[in-house]
């Protein structure tokens, strides 16, 4: 027995030698080791101040992933600012509205006026005439003079009236009455039926004989520049001629 014990003790004893001869060489190879770094480090000393540690890189790859991570995330939740084309739908030719809908003619112009042209003319009957048109475009208007026709009984610079009937007499024939050409003057009413140019609006003036609403406009115009002292002032009115101012004589007063 103490023989086997003596062998036990030898084996640990040399165990604990081949430890200990193992520690120190691994602690002169640890030394070494630093030695050369050590070295290294005094010959490059800027090499190994700009060396990274892995933990440093797993860090920054970390930092770098988050922030790529929180601007793809913003990028797809920001609103988006496409303009959008609306089509709006387009009123269609055989609509309700469109269809079964009837279209009132044009009636004539403030500025036109209508004249019934009759006598020894072309072509007798109504013309549409620009509101300063004169005589002498009324009758050419309407064929013009027959050979007939006494032109020189006319007075063809007048400026037309719209309303009224122009009447282009024959050779021989009796000229108009004097209170128009080819319409005769109406009976003068009571002097308290008179149209009084200062207070009559466009409806009364308009309602007169060879005015119209051309005329019935341009007289109130006339009367915005001030009163109407005498009817002969309505020969201040264009369109108005003495023809003119004689039919309405007896109508109107001041």
Do not use: C, K
Not at 56 to 65: D, N, R, S, T, Y
Not at 220 to 249: H, K, N, Q, Y
């Amino acid at each position: 027995m103490r023989a086997l014990a003596d062998v036990a003790a030898g084996a640990a004893a040399a165990g604990e030698r081949d430890a200990r001869g193992y520690d120190e060489r691994e602690g002169e190879g640890h030394r070494d080791r630093r030695r050369d770094r050590d070295r290294d480090r005094d010959r490059d000393p800027v090499r190994f101040r700009w060396a990274v540690t892995p933990r440093a890189a797993a860090v920054a790859g970390l930092a770098v992933a988050l922030l790529a991570g929180g601007v793809a995330l913003r990028a797809s939740t920001a609103p988006r600012t496409d303009a959008v084309e609306v089509l709006r739908p387009t009123a269609s030719s055989t609509s309700p509205d469109a269809v079964g809908t009837p279209t009132a003619p044009a009636a004539p112009g403030a500025g036109t006026a209508v004249v019934h042209v009759v006598g020894a003319v072309g072509a007798p009957g109504l013309v549409t005439l620009p509101a300063d048109a004169r005589v002498a475009d009324a009758v050419a208007a309407a064929g013009g003079g027959t050979d007939g026709a006494d032109l020189a009984a006319l007075n063809l610079a007048r400026v037309v009236v719209d309303g009224e009937q122009l009447h282009v007499p024959r050779q021989g024939e009796a000229p108009a009455p004097a209170g128009a050409e080819g319409v005769a003057p109406p009976a003068a009413p009571s002097a308290d039926a008179r149209v009084d140019l200062n207070t009559a609006d466009a409806a009364a003036l308009d309602a007169l004989p060879g005015v119209g609403p051309v005329l019935a406009q341009r007289i109130l115009e006339r009367r915005a520049r001030g009163p109407f002292t005498s009817v002969d002032e309505l020969d201040d009115v264009s369109g108005i001629g003495p023809a003119v101012l004689e039919r309405l004589r007896p109508l109107v007063r001041v």
